[in-house]
């Protein structure tokens, strides 16, 4: 296999679903010992998709080059762009917990 037919992996999708999912899949392999802390683990990806809305979204002006964004609760954004990054950094997070968690239970078989 040469290095010209090999994929690429987008940076994008890398930040936005494999990071999340890597982070999540380690989180749940140590922590979630019973389903509570497997909820537990799949709702810090939660809290994390919140403060990535907060943190992303500027309240003084909007952002320099973002000719779509408007004022939406209090925010300048682009709600359906931060949306879809939020829902794909989320079924990132869940599905690497769900794998962290199985890997857990096979190995404690």
Known sequence: MTAAS??????????IVLIPAAAAS???FLLARNIRRLAAVAG???ALAAVFVVYR??????PHGCSDCGLYLGRWWEPGVIIVVVVFGLVGWLGGAGVG???R?????
């Open 6 to 15: 090999l994929p690429v992996v987008s940076g994008v999708f890398l930040g």
């Open 26 to 28: 380690v989180s749940a």
């Open 44 to 46: 810090a990806g939660l």
């Open 57 to 62: 979204s500027p309240t003084a002006h909007a």
């Open 101 to 103: 968690a199985t890997a």
């Open 105 to 109: 239970w096979l190995l404690r078989r």
